[in-house]
Nanobody, 121 residues
Framework: EVQLVESGGGSVQAGGSLRLSCAVSGFAFRDVAIGWFRKAPGKEREEVSCIFNTDGKIYYIDSVKGRFAISNDRAKNTVSLQMNELKPEDTAVYFC??????????????WGQGTQVTVSS
């Protein structure tokens, strides 16, 4: 069964850190790209970061560059998003998703259930 399961959300004060993890199963881990997306109330969903496991290429949205870091653990089939210097505008439900064709530029067809991140000022 193809499945993505997020963990690690929570509530922090501005300037704090959280680490999100995405457990990947049912895919050939090295062949997929895993993206982290977020959806805040009243805003469109946006892609925050992505890593293509095949070649390690990484993408970040401008607003998180220098604060967030995506990484993969091939032994555990997980992709993590380390979020530092969190801001209230980072508050959202965060989802991981998998793209099995064309890396981070492809369609993300499998999604996790989401995890809430709340940053208070």
């Amino acid at each position: 069964e193809v499945q993505l399961v997020e963990s690690g959300g929570g509530s922090v004060q501005a300037g704090g850190s959280l680490r999100l993890s995405c457990a990947v199963s049912g895919f050939a881990f090295r062949d997929v790209a895993i993206g982290w997306f977020r959806k805040a109330p009243g805003k469109e969903r946006e892609e925050v970061s992505c890593i293509f496991n095949t070649d390690g290429k990484i993408y970040y949205i401008d607003s998180v560059k220098g604060r967030f870091a995506i990484s993969n653990d091939r032994a555990k089939n997980t992709v993590s998003l380390q979020m530092n210097e969190l801001k209230p505008e980072d508050t959202a439900v965060y989802f991981c998703a998998a793209s099995t064709h064309l890396g981070c530029g492809g369609d993300f067809t499998t999604w996790g259930q989401g995890t809430q991140v709340t940053v208070s000022s």
